[in-house]
């Protein structure tokens, strides 16, 4: 389902879980304008600053009367009347927009901000459903609002169908509830809402029309004023007004990403009096829509976006969150004793390592967000949370920060953008977790470690990988992206020992191992499954791959056991390969096929995971794998009677910016073949003209599990 993230509403918070990430899509729905005005166009300057003046007198007019209040409910009918309705909605049909579901007819969005960064903002939304689609992604608009720093007033929502205007009864038709992570995060922020107001009878062909004003009475950071809003979404843009109030003197810098071509104007004016004030304003019309592609990174990333800032440089950023989390890092007598207690007696590295797994598995990931200055990005007391044995995100970082200070180490508290990557050229503090950086003697991260990470043995999971960072550093801090994990450290290994008999049968022993994210995600799928359930899914990777295989035997590691590598073994057999007279001396027999392990389609753990994640013919958006690995692959086969000639497919060596594989066949006896595969991920993302690269390997891998040996007896 469409959902709709009004923009100017959406405050970072760090509190996103590291135990389990589950990546989704936003699918973004347009919010609702807020004044009925007509559409600017250049060259009606008299008119624009009528408007501003306007739209300014309104901002100042309005009243506040809780953290949620919703203007005209005395009226509750909902019946239609006759509406003046806006000449522009007669340009919004199937015929202009054949392949859209929704359009976003007009909005119309005004922020006036402060010298201190407090802000009032109004919008003011006109959106029509052109199919059943469309209405089912929009029956229900959804705003989310922090009340530690916002309140929110829905003034009205109307339906327009037909030149006729229906009120929708918002207090009759609408509910507050906390916002969905409070509860998948394990964190509970009794301050974050989620208000829903749902559309009854919306038909297709309607237009949704609503106003929303905002007042953020608490900036994140002080006396700076900072935003983004996106300019393109999957559903049209006929036109969309943003402008921007600020005090006259105000040096903001702004940026337009991914812009695109003859879809947006700009206007700077100033309003002059006591307070003088600038008005930027930015009109995007006809914005053609995003066609989502599957795994493809947010929206935020590719779209047409606005991006605007007063803070002068990311370390601007740092220093102030190196201020904030400071005041909480000075530990008391018991947490030192506890520090005493977990390094006595250990070299440097088993220091680091004891620390972080102590923080990880002993500190539990949950809490309830209620810091008092900074909500969201506050981290409390390290002594605490360590006396209560939990916290969030940035609860635990600053908890293993002061830990890892008492046993010698430099740290600092880390700011990082899970899941994305962040526009270097304006700072926004558009950060969601929080992670720890062991630092060099000149500042620079030697080692990045998230305690929230409670199953793995990854100090950083690959899925913070590539990801922005910044950190907490007043002298060092700038923005920068988490190195990437080498292949060969996130590596399934296969050992297969196997010897083909007179009657056709194929049997022997296969061995796996996994190091790095292969042995987090085995760990993770094992640990909350019972032996039985833990031997059907070892068996599920090798029985899909090939027909007639039969394992037995099989053994693992405990997956509990952090302190080795996960392995696995058994026994296997396959009958029926060969015919038999191809092996007991029939004269002139036609050679025999033989299929063998090492040409399975996806040997991997991730190969099959991955690689599928290919599966359009071109993209115009890159592609997010999320991760490196390395598949390694090695069959000993032994024949009972040496074969008069193997006819083996071609040898392959490939080397590209995206991946490397190889396939190499070495016969050193007459009755011996090895077989040695190996495959590489290097890039965690492909962008659009790498993309047929990605696609030859499922080609050339289908093909190999389809080409068998030859034997000639």
């Not at 239609?80 to 309705?85: A, D, I, Y």
């Not at 969005?109 to 959106?127: C, F, K, M, P, T």
């Not at 430099?410 to 990082?416: G, S």
């Amino acid at each position: 389902m469409m959902k709709r993230y009004h923009r100017s509403s959406i405050l970072p918070t760090l509190n996103l879980p590291s135990k389990k990430i589950m990546f989704k899509k936003n699918r973004l729905h347009k919010a609702a304008p807020l004044i009925s005005t007509p559409l600017i166009t250049t060259g009606t300057g008299l008119l624009f600053l009528l408007l501003f003046a306007f739209i300014i007198l309104i901002s100042q007019a309005g009243a506040w009367a809780g953290d949620l209040a919703v203007s005209g409910l005395k009226d509750r009918q909902e019946d239609s009347h006759e509406t003046q309705v806006p000449l522009f909605l007669e340009q919004i049909n199937r015929l202009t927009y054949p392949y859209a579901h929704a359009v976003l007819a007009q909005e119309i969005e005004h922020i006036e901000y402060h010298a201190d960064g407090s802000r009032e903002s109004q919008d003011n939304v006109y959106l029509t459903i052109l199919d059943e689609e469309g209405k089912r992604n929009h029956e229900a608009l959804s705003f989310h609002v922090n009340k530690a720093y916002s309140k929110l007033e829905i003034e009205f929502c109307e339906i327009i169908r037909a030149g006729k205007s229906r009120r929708v009864d918002i207090a009759a038709h609408s509910h507050e509830e906390a916002a969905a992570g409070n509860s998948r995060m394990n964190i509970y922020n009794p301050l974050q809402k989620v208000v829903k107001v749902f559309l009854p009878r919306l038909e297709v062909g309607d237009t949704i029309h609503y106003r929303l004003n905002r007042r953020q009475f608490k900036p994140i950071i002080a006396d700076q004023i900072y935003g983004s809003i996106l300019s393109q979404y999957d559903i049209p843009i006929h036109s969309y007004i943003f402008t921007v109030t600020t005090p006259a003197r105000t040096r903001l810098k702004w940026l337009i990403k991914d812009e695109i071509e003859s879809c947006v104007t700009f206007r700077k004016s100033r309003l002059p009096g006591e307070r003088p004030k600038t008005i930027r304003s930015w009109t995007f019309n006809k914005v053609p829509q995003i066609v989502p592609e599957p795994e493809m990174p947010s929206f935020r990333r590719v779209a047409m976006r606005l991006l605007y800032s007063t803070l002068p440089d990311w370390p601007a950023i740092a220093a102030w969150y190196d201020a904030l989390a400071a005041k909480k890092l000075a530990p008391g007598e018991e947490l030192k004793k506890k520090v005493a207690e977990l390094v006595a007696g250990k070299d440097t590295e088993d220091k680091m390592a004891d620390l972080f797994y102590y923080v990880a598995r002993q500190i539990r990931y949950l809490g309830v967000s209620g810091e008092s200055e900074r909500p969201g990005f506050e981290p409390h007391d390290v002594n605490l949370t360590f006396e209560r044995r939990h916290g969030v995100c940035r609860d635990k970082a600053a908890l293993l920060v002061s830990m890892l200070r008492l046993a010698g180490f430099k740290a600092a508290p880390v700011l990082i953008r899970v899941g994305d990557k962040l526009d270097k050229e304006i700072p926004l503090p558009y950060f969601n977790h929080a992670i720890v950086a062991v630092l060099d003697d000149h500042g620079k991260a030697l080692y990045f470690l998230d305690p929230t990470s409670e199953t793995s043995r990854q100090f950083l999971p690959d899925y913070e990988r590539e990801c922005s960072y910044l950190i907490a550093d007043s002298q060092n801090g700038d923005l920068a992206l988490t190195p990437p994990v080498p292949p060969e450290e996130n590596t399934f290994t296969l050992e297969i020992v196997d010897k083909l008999s007179p009657d056709g049968e194929l049997s022997g022993t296969i061995t796996g191992s996994c190091t790095g994210f292969n042995d987090t995600l085995m760990r993770s799928i094992m640990m909350n499954q019972s032996r039985n359930e833990q031997e059907n899914f070892l068996k599920r990777l090798f029985l899909s791959q090939y027909n007639g295989l039969e394992l037995s035997a099989l053994k693992w590691s405990d997956p509990a056991d952090r302190s080795v590598n996960f392995t696995f073994s058994g026994n296997f057999s396959v009958t029926g390969l060969v015919p038999s007279n191809l092996i007991t001396g029939q004269k002139n027999p036609v050679a025999g096929l033989l299929q063998p392990l090492a040409f399975m389609e996806n040997p991997g753990l991730l190969d099959r995971w991955i690689l599928r994640k290919a599966d359009m013919t071109k993209r115009r958006y890159p592609l997010k794998l999320g991760y490196t690995y390395t598949t390694i692959l090695s069959e000993h086969l032994s024949f009972s009677k040496p074969p008069k000639t193997l006819l083996l497919p071609e040898t392959t060596e490939i080397d590209n910016e995206i991946f490397s594989q190889t396939i190499k066949f070495t016969q050193e006896k007459p009755d011996k073949l090895i077989i040695k595969r190996s495959f590489a991920l290097k890039k965690t993302e492909v962008e659009p003209h790498y993309y047929q690269l990605l696609t030859s390997v499922q080609n050339r891998n289908q093909k190999a599990s389809l080409t068998p040996i030859e034997i000639e007896w």
